[in-house]
Structure formats: structure tokens, C-alpha cells
């Protein structure tokens, strides 16, 4: 048996279709050992309807903490999916600092004003090359700020099924090498299936230059709905499998432990 975990998932608190209660049975019925919340955290941005504010993250860990201590069956894990911005890492950090959390989840939604998965229109005109390098080169910036111990979808620029007219080799490896140097993991999101792309992030046509550089990994469904939770896994364990992979990387009160599996 496979310990199994799903650190990234959504409830009512943010874009979520459900209480974090309706996500149990789910994930019991997925054979997770493991469910954690990891409700969307959007700074510098105005009451965004997806997102919570500030104000919402002691309420809703108060809600995950109750949660936690009903629930025995499986372990509950408190998480946020905290948008980076550049130049504002002191603000996320003192957020994060007073925040107990047992992970924190990077994402890179936003380029400029707009985000890159809201619609298809954002690439209109635009040069796919460079929106490539463009979005890596965030990834890169906020593995680097150190703020996070595993990064979301790290190539969510594909949501769309854009490609780059030259091969992204470079762009992965250097992906790689950062992730591995400032020590933050990586998860291969499977909700990436639901969405135009139609495949996990990352393409897995690149997942073996993240095992060549050693990046810890974790599965995770980024699940909206109680029937995502767990969805896809077998798949995904596999596929780490057959790239090499032999272990996953848990978390509890943001320390980082590996698990074979
Ligand atoms: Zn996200
Ligand atoms: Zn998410």
C-alpha cells in the first residue's frame, strides 16, 4: 500500500464547491492517509470572489483545526495557496511567519494585472516562446524567495494547450536545478486533466529532468469538488514510478520528512 496524501485542496473558504467536512469520505474512499486544505491566499489584489483575504485565514484554521481534532480516520493537514508577487515577499513572509501551517503552497497565477488560467483570451497576440520564459522565470523567483516548501502547478502556463514553437527542455531543467537548490518541493497536479490541457503539470514529458535533479515530490489533485479528491493517483504514482522515484515528500508544522513508496 502506498501512504498516500493530498495537500492541495480546495474548500468553501476560497473557490472550493464544498465544506471541508464533505472532503472526508472522499478521501477515505480514495485510500488517502493524508487530506490537506490549502484555500487560495491572494494578497495585493482586492476581494477576489476565488480567493481569501487575510482577515479569513484564522477563521478558517480555527474551522481545520476542529476538523482535525474530530476526525480520526485520517490525518488533516492545514495548508495555503499563497499567490507570489515580486517585490512583495516581506509582506507573504510575515504573513506566513504567524500563520501555523504544516505547508505552504507557492502558486504563480498572475502575470501583471491577469491571471494566466481565468481564460484563453490572456494569449491572444501574445508570443508563447515568451510567455513561456516569462512564467518560468516567475516560478523560478518564487521558489527562490524561500517563502514556500512546495510549489503549485509549476507549468500552468499550458492550461490552455499552448506550446512553445521551440522545446522547453531548457526552461524545465532550469526549473529543476532551482527547485532542488532552494529545497522546495514540487507536486505533479492532476487537476490538470480537467482543464483544456487535458494532462498533469507538469508535462510529464519533462518529469524525469525533476528526478535527474533530485526535486521531492508530492501528488496532489488541487481538487474544487469532494469527487476530485484523490482523483487520477494511481496514474500519477505510476508514471513517479517509472520515472525513477521511489519516495514523496510529506509534511507536518512546515518540516518536510520522505516516505518510499
Ligand atoms: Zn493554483
Ligand atoms: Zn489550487
Known sequence: MIYRTDYHIHSSFSDGRAAPEDYIAPALAAGLDEIGFSEHLTLFRESLDWSMNASDVEPYLKHINNLSRNVTSIKVRKGLEVDFFPGKEKEICSLLKKTKLDYAIGSVHYLGDSTVDMGPEFYDGKNIDSLFEVYFDMVDAAAASGLFDIIAHCDLIRIFGFK????????????????????????????GRNRPVGDFYPDRKYLRIFREENVPVCVNSDAHLPSRVGQHFDEAYELLRSTGYSEMAVFENRERFMIPF
Open 164 to 191: 512553445p514553437a521551440s522545446d522547453p527542455e531548457n526552461l524545465y531543467r532550469n526549473l529543476a536545478r532551482s527547485f532542488k537548490i532552494h529545497d522546495v518541493a514540487f507536486e505533479i497536479n492532476t487537476n
